[in-house]
């Protein structure tokens, strides 16, 4: 496909605004902003009425436009004092709503024509188009812009707010949207879509989780984005600063043009080393593992030096679809995996599905609260076979590679027994079938509800193994919802009380001699090694992108000592207080880091 280049000048009229959000995945893209609410618009189809329906017809556009109206004078009451230019592009549209040209003559056509609201406007605004930009005055010709925001506003309307859908996007944009669903973003199409922008979300929530997978950069929770950025505007988004800059000027435009060829550049050279293993100056070894979300990963985590997969998010190859997949779909993609890995481990998570990651083809009652309803392994075990299904394609994909199996937000003993027995069920049911399968694989489970901690001497007694989930396990155990951007500066792993459970599970493990790993995304920021040292884990699994740069983090630190500095970190009773000392103690080796340095 031939994709357009996209055009990156300044708009000279435009005033730059800076839009803060949360950096979701790092990296930096310049392009054309992509509205994809917006998305179904362009499709409309023409249908005849009537004379005794034309009345009826009218009206329904009247009250579109009404409905515009309304909404851009919300979205101008509500604008900040310092976004008065904005404001006043929006109050020009809102003039332009009734402008005879666009109101009277859609009116007239579905009159004349006697066709539907939606079409008499495509028509009206097809002609408003042409005719603004045959005109010579630049002024003028930009009026079309504005023509199009404002029909495309009325269309909405009339359609009623489209769904979500970004695969059928054909050009090289960013995508802007209210929300992304991670099933929206698991359809991105790397070629198409540079990186986003949404006006929800949070940092750990499972939509940025899929943006760092796919490394491409990523802002969320930039609460007036979808508000004032407009289709085909220049954005750059700053994912490693949490930053969107809309209307760049020629000077702002220069530098992030640098600082993006910088964060390649440092990228490349990280990436170089990744195939070296993760061993500390003074000789200790950890294993650094790739989490992904869909088979096609592997090979982004084998690229960026991953020696296993430590956590497949099987969930995804559920979402995409219009019902759950067959057990040798899924057995399939299963061994695929395996097979690509070879001899590595692969931890093959069961389905965690509901909370963030409803699948839509599954009708859920309402619940107040989706991330302490039917979740996970609750969901598994209420839906045996669907369970079984997935149970006996992970048993069949065991045969052949290192594979281990992963339960989900298990919360007590009780739970684990019932995974268990389910899955010698599903070993018994593929020996009545003659179907070949392998049973002799670790079974371990993620430590990611509070219960869970304190009950992990219990836990060590039925499990291979252990694997943090801190996304969770901030999240239940802080309160904080991890999709929801209002509360996202609470949600640091640098938490006293996520550092103590963390050792406390670690603790736990050592004694009951079950090996012990992270695959919640504290184990992908370099700054976090020098505690998860000290705790002493055993393998380190995250977003196959972090992987180099956690590699050569552990080959600059050395274990010696660093039982001493968590001793310290464990006096801290804040945030702040475990962040400064982390500073202050290794700010000589993050200073080499572009995670560190690299302020605009
Ligand atoms: C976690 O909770 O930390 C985790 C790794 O699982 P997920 O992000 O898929 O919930
Ligand atoms: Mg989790």
Same mark, same amino acid.
């Given at each position: 496909m031939n994709l357009a280049k996209p055009n990156?000048?300044?708009?000279?009229?435009a005033r730059e605004i800076i839009l803060e959000g949360i950096?979701?995945?790092?990296g930096i893209c310049i392009g054309k902003a992509y509205?994809?609410?917006?998305?179904?618009?362009?499709i409309v189809e023409r249908y005849y009425l009537g004379k005794n329906e034309l009345a009826k017809e009218k009206k329904r556009f009247k009250t579109a436009v009404k409905k515009a109206k309304d909404e851009l004078q919300a979205i101008i009451e509500n604008m900040?004092?310092?976004?008065q230019d904005q404001a006043s592009i929006l109050e020009t549209h809102v003039v332009l709503l009734k402008d005879k040209m666009l109101y009277n003559r859609a009116i007239d056509t579905i009159e004349r024509d006697q066709v539907n609201a939606e079409w008499a406007l495509k028509m009206v605004v097809g002609r408003l188009k042409a005719m603004f930009r045959g005109m010579d005055d630049t002024y003028l010709k930009e009026r079309a812009e504005d023509v199009l925001h404002v029909s495309d506003r009325i269309m909405r309307n009339l359609v009623g707010a =489209?769904?979500?859908?970004? #695969?059928?996007?054909n050009k090289r944009v960013i995508l802007v949207a209210n929300d992304l669903s991670p099933a929206d973003a698991s359809q991105i199409q790397l070629e198409r879509i540079m990186g986003f922008v949404t006006d929800r979300g949070g940092k750990a929530s499972h939509t940025s989780i899929i943006a760092r997978t796919l490394e491409i950069p990523a802002v969320l929770g930039v609460t007036h984005g979808t508000k004032l950025i407009q289709n085909d505007d220049i954005i750059i988004v700053d994912g490693t600063q949490g930053r969107v800059i809309l209307s760049p000027t020629e000077e702002t435009l220069v530098a992030y043009q640098e600082r993006q060829v910088r964060f390649v550049q440092y990228r490349a050279v990280v990436t170089?080393?990744?195939?070296?293993p993760a061993i500390t100056r003074d000789g200790v070894q950890l294993r650094v593992m790739g989490n992904i979300e869909?088979?096609?990963e592997v090979v982004s985590v084998l690229d960026n030096?991953?020696? =296993?997969?430590?956590?497949? #998010?099987?969930?995804f190859d559920y979402v995409r679809r219009r019902q759950h997949p067959t057990e040798d779909e899924l057995f399939e993609k299963y061994q695929d995996v395996v097979e690509v890995m070879g001899t590595r481990p692969v931890t093959i998570r069961t389905l965690d599905i509901n909370?963030?990651?409803?699948?839509?083809y599954e009708s859920q009652p309402d619940q107040a609260n989706p991330a302490l309803s039917l979740r996970a392994i609750r969901y598994c075990l209420k839906r045996p076979d669907i369970f079984r299904t997935q149970l006996r394609a992970i048993l069949r994909a065991a045969v052949y590679g290192n594979v281990r199996i992963l339960f989900p937000?298990?919360?007590?003993c009780k739970e684990i027994r019932e995974a268990k027995m389910s899955l010698d069920n599903a070993a018994e049911s593929l020996d009545k079938d003659g179907i070949p399968y392998n049973r002799d694989i670790d079974v371990g489970i993620m430590i990611e509800v509070p219960s869970a901690v304190i009950l992990a001497d219990q836990l060590a007694e039925e499990s291979d193994f252990f694997s943090i989930g801190t996304n969770d396990l901030i999240q239940y155990s802080l309160a904080i919802?991890?999709?929801?951007?209002?509360?996202?500066?609470?949600?640091?792993?640098?938490?006293p009380a996520i550092i103590r459970m963390v050792k406390q599970v670690a603790d736990v493990a050592g004694e009951k001699q079950i090996p012990i790993f992270m695959c919640g995304e504290?184990?992908?920021?370099?700054?976090h090694l020098p505690i998860l040292l000290g705790i002493g884990m055993d393998e380190l699994s995250m977003n196959p992108q972090s992987i180099p740069e956690v590699k050569r983090m552990i080959r600059s630190?050395?274990?010696?000592g660093s039982k001493d500095f968590l001793a310290e970190i464990l006096k801290q009773s804040t945030v702040d207080g475990v962040s400064r000392l982390l500073e202050d103690t290794y700010a000589g080796i993050f200073s080499e880091s572009l995670f560190w340095n690299d302020q605009p």
């Amino acid at each position: 496909m031939n994709l357009a280049k996209p055009n990156i000048e300044p708009n000279p009229g435009a005033r730059e605004i800076i839009l803060e959000g949360i950096g979701g995945s790092p990296g930096i893209c310049i392009g054309k902003a992509y509205l994809v609410d917006k998305e179904g618009v362009d499709i409309v189809e023409r249908y005849y009425l009537g004379k005794n329906e034309l009345a009826k017809e009218k009206k329904r556009f009247k009250t579109a436009v009404k409905k515009a109206k309304d909404e851009l004078q919300a979205i101008i009451e509500n604008m900040p004092e310092d976004f008065q230019d904005q404001a006043s592009i929006l109050e020009t549209h809102v003039v332009l709503l009734k402008d005879k040209m666009l109101y009277n003559r859609a009116i007239d056509t579905i009159e004349r024509d006697q066709v539907n609201a939606e079409w008499a406007l495509k028509m009206v605004v097809g002609r408003l188009k042409a005719m603004f930009r045959g005109m010579d005055d630049t002024y003028l010709k930009e009026r079309a812009e504005d023509v199009l925001h404002v029909s495309d506003r009325i269309m909405r309307n009339l359609v009623g707010a =489209g769904n979500v859908d970004i #695969r059928h996007i054909n050009k090289r944009v960013i995508l802007v949207a209210n929300d992304l669903s991670p099933a929206d973003a698991s359809q991105i199409q790397l070629e198409r879509i540079m990186g986003f922008v949404t006006d929800r979300g949070g940092k750990a929530s499972h939509t940025s989780i899929i943006a760092r997978t796919l490394e491409i950069p990523a802002v969320l929770g930039v609460t007036h984005g979808t508000k004032l950025i407009q289709n085909d505007d220049i954005i750059i988004v700053d994912g490693t600063q949490g930053r969107v800059i809309l209307s760049p000027t020629e000077e702002t435009l220069v530098a992030y043009q640098e600082r993006q060829v910088r964060f390649v550049q440092y990228r490349a050279v990280v990436t170089r080393d990744s195939a070296l293993p993760a061993i500390t100056r003074d000789g200790v070894q950890l294993r650094v593992m790739g989490n992904i979300e869909l088979p096609e990963e592997v090979v982004s985590v084998l690229d960026n030096g991953g020696e =296993g997969i430590g956590l497949y #998010r099987t969930e995804f190859d559920y979402v995409r679809r219009r019902q759950h997949p067959t057990e040798d779909e899924l057995f399939e993609k299963y061994q695929d995996v395996v097979e690509v890995m070879g001899t590595r481990p692969v931890t093959i998570r069961t389905l965690d599905i509901n909370g963030d990651k409803a699948i839509g083809y599954e009708s859920q009652p309402d619940q107040a609260n989706p991330a302490l309803s039917l979740r996970a392994i609750r969901y598994c075990l209420k839906r045996p076979d669907i369970f079984r299904t997935q149970l006996r394609a992970i048993l069949r994909a065991a045969v052949y590679g290192n594979v281990r199996i992963l339960f989900p937000m298990i919360s007590g003993c009780k739970e684990i027994r019932e995974a268990k027995m389910s899955l010698d069920n599903a070993a018994e049911s593929l020996d009545k079938d003659g179907i070949p399968y392998n049973r002799d694989i670790d079974v371990g489970i993620m430590i990611e509800v509070p219960s869970a901690v304190i009950l992990a001497d219990q836990l060590a007694e039925e499990s291979d193994f252990f694997s943090i989930g801190t996304n969770d396990l901030i999240q239940y155990s802080l309160a904080i919802d991890r999709t929801d951007q209002e509360v996202a500066q609470y949600f640091n792993p640098l938490h006293p009380a996520i550092i103590r459970m963390v050792k406390q599970v670690a603790d736990v493990a050592g004694e009951k001699q079950i090996p012990i790993f992270m695959c919640g995304e504290m184990a992908a920021e370099p700054v976090h090694l020098p505690i998860l040292l000290g705790i002493g884990m055993d393998e380190l699994s995250m977003n196959p992108q972090s992987i180099p740069e956690v590699k050569r983090m552990i080959r600059s630190l050395k274990v010696a000592g660093s039982k001493d500095f968590l001793a310290e970190i464990l006096k801290q009773s804040t945030v702040d207080g475990v962040s400064r000392l982390l500073e202050d103690t290794y700010a000589g080796i993050f200073s080499e880091s572009l995670f560190w340095n690299d302020q605009p």
